[in-house]
């Protein structure tokens, strides 16, 4: 399983982008998919994740600014980000549990990474 993420960018405070990660290979089943990030010396974060159920929740600090969406036909996962802030610059990585077959079962998957910039 490949994933591959993009829209990132440099945007100044308040801006706004859209992150996509399409997942592609042989694919079974997908559960969760996920945002994380990474910014400088500082540990790798969840900032948002969606079930396959529609549940959805989001790190206190990204909480009424970000969305999570995914289009199940296309084993895509997106991120709405508004108002973003300074404090937003990382590497976002998208991740998913995916199957590939039964007997398997589900295995988390990364992506390269989109960086994120947010200008004062």
């Known amino acids: 399983v490949q994933l591959q993420a993009s829209g990132g960018g440099l945007v100044q405070a308040g801006g706004s982008l859209r992150l996509s990660c399409v997942a592609s290979g042989s694919i079974l089943s997908i559960n969760g998919m996920a945002w994380y990030r990474q910014a400088p010396g500082k540990q790798r974060e969840l900032v948002a994740v969606t079930t396959s159920s529609g549940y959805t929740n989001y790190a206190d600090s990204v909480k009424g600014r970000f969305t999570i969406s995914r289009d199940n036909a296309k084993n895509t996962v997106y991120l709405q980000m508004d108002s973003l802030k300074p404090e937003d610059t990382a590497v976002y990585y998208c991740?998913?549990?995916?199957?590939?077959?039964?007997?398997?079962?589900?295995?988390?998957?990364w992506g390269q990474g989109t960086q994120v910039t947010v200008s004062s």
């Open positions: 991740n998913c549990n995916a199957a590939t077959t039964v007997i398997t079962g589900a295995v988390s998957y």
